[in-house]
């Protein structure tokens, strides 16, 4: 897996400590790795590097002549492949004279370390340079020498090497223990990082807690030896003494509390209990530089001043000022004499310079499309900036242009910002505004979402923006000539929300944060919605003057907004969760679909009556919930019936001037889905292994609401009173058709009075370029009996299918679009046409359109085209029948290939770090954001990001930042990083054999030290084979035998693995593939071996030498690092099930054993079905969720653990007690759970439950403490994330958080496994959890209920008055 992170290089120069993820069969686990590069220190001092080297001396670098510099080969005299061992007595010795000589170099190199800085840099300078020449010559592996020792600890992530004293020579390592997965400050959750000591040896040669005293972080260990007063244990910590002298609750202990983080200094020796004394505080870093904390430390050897990192600044504490603080009388803590380091950097910051991005179409791309004079345009926003687009009829390109005028392309341009623009302004969404101009106007404008970069704080704000071919970019140099500008920045002027001097939150008067994807603009363009983060539904009037014909006289007008309440008129909430809002203008803008969660959990609709909106202004009505709650019913569209549709053809020819007009022929029904239609999937049998539970197919069904009664439909146009079916045909023609004659009679005798036959249809309003609703015969107010939501149809002709939405409805065909869920993928949609035959008949046919591939689909703004993503291009298709009849992939294609994104980073950053902030105050699931002082924090940050020269570096600020709201789950992650991909490419991933290896000098080759070995019961694990390429399983069925531990390894494709540094130089690029061993045979037996060394010994002549070397090729097939990973897991998973099984067997019970290594999808719950069903008939049962990474299926945990046997079954022939019980396997023994510090979100509140509801006991260590929920929905402009926690829990006992956020589950029973122990792989957590049940069994035991003995007596032996037997 490669090395997480360099720790450092040791005080003699010669060692580097480094952290990596371990390769032993083992949960996860961050170990310390010790690499000796034997040959540096003699190389150095050959080289000249010595005392009496002088500042301004030369250092030369003699060649070093080993007597193993020649190259190793396969090949021996005979052909044969293979490499002749070192003798063991003789590598003895080398060995012992090795440790000899590497105790003598330490004591004089622990003299050098006193030395002056440029001598100790020399020294390190001319180590480094002998291993880049030795690199060079392609001979690291032999001539360095490099001997890597694992640290035998487990969890260690840091640490340093100290030498007790002179005497003892007791080496000690001073080391950190696990390390903090979130970005939180004043931490005290069980991976709050804490400080060790193990010296080989002492205190039973165990690892000994020296900062158990407080809960908090102890991290970044460093021995301090200057000053002629002993050796001191530098640290980090962010504790402080308890102002109030007492404990403080469960989150400290003696007398601590979690702080600010600064530098203690506690003495050296330590004793079996800590540290010897109170650590002292060196520095009190917050105080001093505005709330900034101590970030990282360092001691700078030559002088004993200690270097550290504020904010993005260096700082230095000179030795005196260290003493001072250690040894005078008064230690009160004050100001620290920190100084700091003048350092400058020169570059041409090429990181800053600006960026030129690809523009990538995606999911997360918003778009919208509109029709122009010449031609129809894509409104594309992405990436934080707008585009505008041509939409090509007859393909994505329209022409090859030659020159010469001929052929031009169609124009695309920018819309927002403008050059020098990119990167200070984030537009989220923009929407074109339907007839916002008149008819003779080319002009066109969009409704933009974005952060107003006026706002320090980078608030959402609203803005009117022109997208036609004449308009200049906005939010950029040319802005400056907008008519609607602020003269003194040349940027557009937002009309709602932006800068504030109250703030931007929602209290103080500002949008607040807007889930971009609800902004919704009415296809009349005179309205548009959105939902924020506070649950709060707005619409708002679109501010334009839509009288005004000419640029001169179009100006912003006033806008009105109205907040929706919190329930409609049945008392549902209308806004729960913002992934389940979805807001559905009505085609003349009066009325609003509201697609929302009930409190049930179901979904439903809701219709808003916002009022006329030729009035200019919202008028709010009712708020009417369409569709009971006892099912789902989504995916609003806006329609006619297909009876309207023949309505209208013969309405027409009574009034053509009206029914022509674009000011009616409103929506008359509401079509949506619904999964009323409840239908079991698969096997309905509740009863079989694995307690199956019904399934639903997940399936719906088309319905229809008509908004109108027949009474209102017959005032408004009569011609309804003639045709009143909806679906008329069949059996009902016979009924429609008299109506029908009665129409055309009436038509035919048209006359002065016929043109009164639909006069109601005339209105004293104005006539408006868009369609005017009509009016919905809602039910009367305040009546619960769903009277007009129950006057909805399905339409039975359509099948029921796994839907996801429908699309919309043809503009001049009463057909359907829909799109459907293809193989459970969201983002592979197919897209088909329900074409409805001709009225009256009711039959509809099926046309497949798309066959999967679709990622989105949509209608633009005005409901004119139908947007569909796919394969990354935008397809614009106009909604009519012509158009979908001979839908073709490769037209109406907008032509965004070739556009790229402009950022400047420097902007771009600020403009990250502001949304970030932003952020976490509006999605933090506390308002308050635990009483932090926010608007402090972003002031106390802003100049760091001021300095930011890379995007590592924002995130570094951004953690920071993050970090002061004290809570788990904050992760700063993703985001764009110049120069990564190519270190992530799978060309150069290295691939592994399955194996655990040691680098073996002896045998010239690696020897292997272990074979991991999963449950051999289930050949495949999630669909993935769970073996070593090196084992019994895989290698016998490809004839070929297995290799065991001792076997060595000393060849790979060709080429031998002592020629290069690492093994792992010759796997790269190879998982997957098959790879060539030559190995050689210790310990594994093979006739093919034999047959070899037999043959050699005849060609020797030797027929007694049984240590003839002889090797043997495999073929085998290398895994992923991924695949290696999950071996090594699923390796520790079986053995440590088996280890639970057998100690309970000795203990005398029977045991079921489920580990979990997270809670997330169907892995976590095939693992739980897998292990527990066929135990579950255990006396006890341990669920193991040590290391569980969290997810969220504790609920189906839980309620699977509740079951209760209550009845039991007996077949006639059982004479054991029973065959089975009901509750259907419900588990009757004694259940533990076990966890630890890294046991974390969702595997902690599974661990609660279990308390809680008081289903078992809890073993192990306090765990990690994040209860707080995620969504991952507060993206930043780059794909970035600073993630807001922001779904609480609480309940009557605990409060907020469970009693887990911050703090972590505490167990029934404490028990820690040792460092040291755990390395050797003991796990004293297992052993204690089979004491407890075995303990607990002893007093409650677990068998079956004996049976109630005979049935009732049914025989006939009683007589009655005359003697027969009753």
């Not at 991976?191 to 060790?196: H, K, Q, S, V």
């Not at 005028?405 to 920018?414: D, E, H, T």
């Not at 099926?846 to 085209?865: C, F």
């Not at 306090?1262 to 794909?1279: E, Q, T």
Request: aromatic share 8%; charged share 25%; glycine share 10%.
């Amino acid at each position: 897996g490669g090395i997480n992170s360099v720790v450092g290089w040791d005080e003699d120069g010669t060692s580097i400590l480094y952290s990596a993820h371990g390769d032993q069969v083992g949960m996860p686990d961050v170990r310390l790795y010790r690499l000796r590069l034997s040959s540096l220190g003699g190389a150095v001092r050959e080289a000249g590097i010595n005392s009496t080297i002088g500042a301004g001396d030369e250092v030369s670098i003699p060649k070093v002549v080993h007597s193993d510099d020649t190259e190793h080969t396969l090949d021996d005299n005979s052909g044969h492949k293979y490499i002749s061992p070192v003798n063991a007595n003789e590598k003895t010795n080398q060995t012992k004279n090795k440790k000899k000589n590497n105790n003598d170099e330490k004591n004089r190199d622990d003299q050098q370390r006193k030395l002056n800085r440029e001598k100790e840099r020399q020294h390190r300078h001319a180590a480094k340079l002998l291993l880049s020449s030795q690199s060079r010559r392609g001979l690291v592996g032999s001539n360095i020498h490099p001997i890597l020792e694992p640290v035998p600890l487990s969890e260690a992530v840091e640490g340093v090497y100290h030498t007790t004293s002179a005497a003892s020579n007791t080496e000690c390592i001073y080391f950190t223990r696990v390390k903090q997965s979130s970005n939180t400050k004043r931490y005290v959750g069980g991976t709050a990082e804490n400080l060790w000591s193990y010296c080989p040896g002492e205190f039973n040669d165990l690892a000994i807690p020296l900062t158990a005293d407080y809960n908090g972080t102890s991290k970044s260990p460093i021995v301090y030896s200057h000053g002629g007063h002993g050796d001191w244990l530098f640290f980090m910590s962010d504790r402080a003494v308890d102002s109030s002298g007492s404990i403080g609750g469960a989150n400290q202990t003696s007398g601590w509390a979690a702080s600010s983080m600064d530098l203690w200094a506690a003495p050296l020796p330590v004793t079996l209990s800590g540290f010897s004394s109170t650590p002292t505080r060196l520095t009190n870093v917050a105080c001093q530089y505005n709330g900034m904390e101590l970030m990282e430390i360092a001691v700078d050897q030559s002088n004993g001043a200690v270097v550290l990192r504020i904010g993005a600044d260096l700082h230095y504490m000179s030795m005196e000022a260290i003493e001072e603080k250690l040894y005078s009388s008064k230690k009160a803590l004050g100001e620290t004499q920190i100084q700091q380091l003048p350092i400058a950097v020169y570059s041409d910051f090429s990181s800053m310079q600006e960026r030129i991005i690809p523009l990538r179409v995606s999911k997360n791309t918003i778009f919208d499309a509109y029709a122009t004079s010449y031609g129809v345009s894509a409104l594309i926003s992405s990436r934080g900036q707008t585009y505008v687009a041509p939409v090509i009829p007859d393909g994505k390109l329209d022409g090859n242009y030659g020159g010469g005028g001929l052929n031009m392309p169609s124009r695309r341009y920018k819309v927002a910002p403008g050059t020098g623009g990119g990167g200070m302004v984030r537009i989220l969404c923009a929407k074109n505004i339907p007839h916002s101009t008149g008819n003779d106007s080319d002009e066109r404008f969009a409704l933009v979402l974005a952060t107003d970069p006026l706002s320090p704080t980078g608030e959402h704000a609203f803005y009117i923006i022109r997208t036609d071919a004449m308009a200049s970019p906005s939010f950029g140099f040319s802005s400056l000539y907008e008519t609607d500008t602020m003269e003194e920045t040349g940027l557009p002027v937002p009309f709602i929300g932006g800068h504030l001097e109250s703030g931007g939150s929602t209290k103080d008067g500002g949008l607040g944060s807007i889930h971009a994807e609800t902004v919704t603009v009415s296809p009349c363009g005179r309205r548009f919605s959105y939902a924020n983060t506070d649950g709060q539904l707005i619409v708002v009037t679109v501010p334009i003057d839509y009288k005004g014909n000419n640029r001169q006289g179009r100006h912003l007008a006033s806008v009105d907004k109205v907040v929706l309440p919190w329930e409609n008129e049945q008392s549902q909430p209308l806004y729960r969760d913002t992934n389940l809002v979805q807001l559905v203008f009505s085609p003349g803008g009066r009325y609003l679909a509201i697609e929302h969660t009930a409190r049930n959990a179901f979904k439903v609709i809701s219709i808003a009556d916002l009022g006329a909106t030729a009035v200019g202004s919202l008028q709010l009505g009712r708020i009417v919930q369409v569709t009971p709650d006892r099912f789902n019913s989504f995916s609003v569209v806006w329609g006619r019936e297909s009876k309207d549709f023949a309505v209208d053809e013969h309405a027409s020819k009574l009034q053509p001037s009206k029914t022509d007009s674009a000011s009616h022929g409103g929506a008359t029904a509401l079509f949506f889905l619904s999964d009323r239609d409840i239908n079991l999937e698969g096997d309905t049998n509740p009863w079989g292994t694995r307690a199956p539970a019904p399934r639903f197919d997940g399936h719906s069904c088309v319905h229809v609401l008509p908004l109108r009664s027949l009474k209102d439909s017959i005032e408004a146009n009569e011609v309804n009173a003639f045709i009143r079916a909806s679906f008329g045909g069949g059996g009902a023609s016979e009924v429609l058709a008299r109506g029908m004659k009665e129409l055309d009679l009436m038509l035919k005798g048209i006359n002065a009075a016929s043109e009164d036959i639909g006069s109601s249809n005339t209105t004293s309003e104005e006539e408006q370029p868009y369609v005017m609703d009509t009016p919905i015969s809602f039910e009367k107010e305040n009546e619960a009996t769903f009277k007009f939501a129950r006057t909805s149809y399905r339409l039975d002709s359509i099948p029921a299918g796994k839907y996801v939405k429908i699309v919309c409805q043809l503009s001049d065909d009463p057909s359907l679009v829909i799109a459907t869920n293809k193989d459970q993928k969201y983002d592979d949609l197919e897209l088909s046409l329900l074409a409805i035959i001709d009225y009256p008949s009711d039959r509809i046919n099926e046309v497949s359109l798309y066959d999967g591939g679709i990622e989105v689909v949509d209608m633009s703004t005005d409901g004119a085209y139908v947007l569909i993503l796919v394969s990354g291009e935008v397809q614009a298709v106009p909604r009519t029948v012509a158009k979908f009849n001979y839908l073709a992939s490769d037209k109406n294609i907008a032509a965004t290939d070739g556009l790229h994104v402009s950022v400047w980073p420097a902007l771009e950053y600020q403009q990250m770090y502001a949304d970030s902030w932003r952020l976490f105050r509006d999605y933090f699931y506390d308002a308050e954001l635990h009483q932090i002082e926010w608007d402090e924090v972003f002031d106390r940050y802003l100049p760091l990001v001021e300095r930011c020269g890379k995007r590592e570096e924002l995130d570094d600020v951004m953690r920071q930042m993050g970090g002061e709201l004290s809570a788990l789950h904050v992760f700063v992650m993703y985001g764009e990083y110049d120069g990564h991909a190519s270190f992530t490419a799978n060309e150069i991933a290295i691939a592994s054999l399955g194996v655990t290896l040691r680098r073996s000098t002896e045998m010239n080759g690696y020897e292997i030290v272990e074979i991991p070995e999963s449950d051999p019961d289930f050949h495949m694990r999630d669909r993935q084979p769970m073996y070593s390429p090196l084992s019994e399983q895989v290698l016998r069925l490809s004839g070929q035998q297995a290799l065991e531990p001792g076997d060595i390894i000393i060849g790979v494709n060709g080429e031998h693995v002592m020629n290069v540094p690492s093994i792992n130089m010759l796997l790269r690029g190879k998982a997957g593939e098959s790879v060539r061993l030559e190995v050689q045979r210790v310990t594994s037996k093979s006739k093919v071996t034999e047959l070899r060394r037999a043959k050699m010994r005849l060609l020797k002549g030797n027929d007694d030498d049984e240590d003839i070397p002889a090797t043997e090729p495999l073929v085998v097939v290398p895994l992923s690092s991924y695949e290696r990973d999950e071996l090594i897991y699923a390796a520790w998973e079986w053995k440590t099930r088996e280890r639970a099984k057998i100690l309970a067997a000795e203990s005398g019970f029977t045991l079921g054993y489920v580990h979990l290594q997270d809670m997330s999808g169907a892995p976590a719950t095939n693992a739980f079905a897998r292990e527990f069903y066929p135990d579950h008939d255990k006396q006890a049962l341990i669920v193991d969720v040590r290391h569980n990474a969290g997810g969220n299926i504790h609920s189906w945990l839980l309620d699977i653990l509740q079951r209760k046997a209550w009845m039991y079954w007996q077949f006639r022939g059982d004479t054991d007690g029973g065959l089975m019980w009901d509750e259907h396997f419900a588990f009757r023994g004694h259940l533990v759970v076990l966890i630890d510090e890294k046991t974390g979100s969702d595997g902690e509140i599974f661990a609660r439950g279990v308390s809680e509801l008081g289903l078992g006991k809890i073993v192990g260590k306090r765990s990690w403490g994040g209860s707080i929920g995620l969504k991952f929905d507060n993206n930043l402009v780059d794909g970035g994330i600073a993630t807001a926690p922001e779904i609480g829990v609480y309940n009557d006992k605990y409060g907020w958080g469970m009693g887990i956020e911050q703090m972590g589950v505490v167990p029934d029973v404490e028990v820690d496994n040792n460092p040291r122990d755990a390395y050797e792989g003991e796990d004293t957590q297992l052993e204690v959890a089979i004491s407890v049940l075995k303990e607990w069994l002893k007093n409650e035991e677990v068998v079956l209920p004996k049976n109630p003995g005979r049935p009732k007596n049914m025989s006939k032996k009683r007589k009655d008055s005359e003697g027969c037997l009753v």
